[in-house]
């Protein structure tokens, strides 16, 4: 379901080792909720950059593939690993956030509006996950670096 | 001290008691029961919840969930799940440990602890009832659904919350519990609304409970009840027919406390399709009770569906003032106090 462009030295608590791990836990647990955002977003490409941490995550019909290229990619999204555990554990809203410019995006209306969709089937996939317990402990050991 | 006694007693205790989930001993699934109390204190307000659930998320394994949610100038609290190592507690027993929380009874009152990890709230609390409880077993909910229930609609609370560092102790502050056991899934065609009413004045005979359970849409109303205790006892019992609901709204509740917290994501914005007043009229006879409440303030639970993996179920837990007035066997009711009304919503 997740093909990753990892090199020899990645490091587990890496965004995309992360999201990797959550995608897979999620196609497991909810395949229903992987399908979904397979179909939300097919075709498109979302960066991310989190610090010094970047992904690129691109998704077709079928797949998903993760890069650590940001090159082409249809949203652009620049915020902190503070800021979203400030959202997923200290009930940040996420419009707040992105008001206060914590969250960057930069995109079409129409992209980011399916970017949004996905995130909101991405996080319906997560918390119905019991891997993802573990999962955001290490993203939060990663934000105390 | 208001000299009553209600509650279970001694020899009532395992009407109480944890019935637990069937589907450890290979029978139905999709189980759920929780113990709940309220606690009404001039400076804060509580609620606790500790609850058994079948996951349908670890292939129905029982886990526990303990909930607290204190007001004052705001909200604070969590949810925590509890894995089922961190529990010990029994079927046909009351006293459980959920993680660092923990409920006992002594064969009179009820005492709870409970300590959230990751956010600033305490509660060491004994519950003493003062009214007997009510039962209701097997009642519709859904299609192949149905919630048992009992509630003890008043106890009085005495104790201390530690809520950002402060301190808040009291004595015999209104209370209220219940415990609710049945089988279905978040997200099948229900919704209820239930409210308890007591009163500020510890004098005051007067405390009464509203239920109302409906379809998904609320378009049906499948059973609805309006029970009216007078001090300890029973004193008078509204159901269906007899009951009329009206609502004025909608209710814009701004910003509400969302847990857990990462829900919010999920359920963003106001809390959907609540009333800015609701009034529940009892007749029967002779014997009329109204009774109103008006939120002033509300925290969600929000949980996902278990039905459609792209929905979410919420409680809107609603605090506000409850007022109650009518004439019941010739004698008047009237009642001013605190209430809490629970409103299940997608």
């Known amino acids: 379901m997740v093909q990753g462009s990892l090199n020899s030295s990645g490091i587990e608590g890496d965004l995309v080792s992360l999201l990797e791990r959550s995608l897979d836990a999620i196609a497991e647990a909810v395949p229903a909720c992987h399908a979904a955002l397979r179909a939300a977003l097919e075709g498109m490409s979302v960066g991310v950059t989190m610090g010094d941490d970047r992904l690129r995550a691109t998704f077709s019909r079928d797949v998903v593939h993760l890069s650590r290229e940001l090159t082409g990619a249809d949203v652009e999204i620049r915020t902190t690993r503070r800021t979203v555990l400030e959202i997923v554990e200290d009930g940040l809203p996420l419009d707040v956030a992105v008001w206060n410019d914590a969250v960057a995006v930069q995109g079409t209306l129409d992209a980011v509006a399916r970017v949004h969709e996905g995130l909101r089937i991405y996080t319906h996939g997560a918390v119905r996950t019991p891997k993802s317990a573990g999962l955001l402990a290490r993203f939060r050991e990663d934000a105390r670096r | ?346």
């Not at chain 2, 209701?136 to 106890?155: D, I, K, M």
């Not at chain 2, 009163?199 to 239920?211: F, I």
């Not at chain 2, 459609?308 to 004698?331: D, K, M, Q, S, Y």
């Open chain 2, 1 to 346: 001290m208001t000299g009553r006694r209600g509650g279970i007693g001694e020899d009532g205790w395992w009407i109480d008691a944890f019935r637990r989930s069937p589907a450890r001993l290979g029978g139905a699934r999709e189980y759920k029961e929780w113990q709940h109390f309220l606690v009404h204190a001039r400076d804060v307000h509580l609620l606790v919840n500790f609850s058994l659930i079948d996951d349908t998320w670890t292939g129905g394994a029982e886990v526990g969930r303990v909930i607290a949610l204190a007001r004052r100038e705001g909200w604070e609290g969590d949810v925590e799940r509890i894995a089922p190592e961190d529990m010990d507690l029994a079927a046909g027993r009351i006293d459980a440990r959920f993680g660092r929380h923990a409920m006992r009874f002594d064969g009179r009152s009820y005492h709870i602890e409970v300590e959230l990890a990751r956010r600033p709230l305490k509660a060491h609390l004994r519950f003493d009832p003062t009214s007997v409880p009510a039962v209701a077993w097997n009642q519709p909910l859904a299609a192949s659904r149905s919630l048992s229930w009992l509630f003890v609609p008043r106890l009085e609370a005495t104790g201390e919350i530690e809520l950002r560092g402060e301190r808040f102790a009291f004595e015999r502050a209104p209370a209220y519990h219940d415990h609710n056991w049945g089988h279905f899934r978040w997200g099948d065609d229900f919704s209820w609304e239930w409210g308890s009413a007591l009163s500020w004045d510890p004098a005051c005979p007067w405390s009464l409970v509203y239920m109302r359970m409906a379809d998904r849409r609320r378009t049906r109303v499948i059973c609805q009840g309006l029970y009216l205790w007078r001090n300890e006892s029973h004193h008078r019992v509204f159901r269906d027919r007899q009951v009329s609901v009206q609502w004025q709204g909608p209710w814009r509740s701004g910003r509400s406390l969302k847990v857990p917290r990462v829900m919010g994501l999920l359920s963003p914005g106001e809390g959907g399709d609540l009333p800015n007043r609701i009034e529940v009229r009892g007749v029967s006879g002779d014997d009329e009770v109204t009774l109103a409440f008006e939120p002033a303030d509300a925290a969600e639970v929000v949980m996902p569906s278990e039905v459609a993996p792209t929905e979410i179920a919420a409680l809107h837990e609603c605090w506000g003032r409850v007022r109650a007035w009518g004439r019941v066997g010739g004698e008047e009711v009237a009642l001013d106090g605190p209430g809490v009304f629970e409103f299940v919503r997608d």
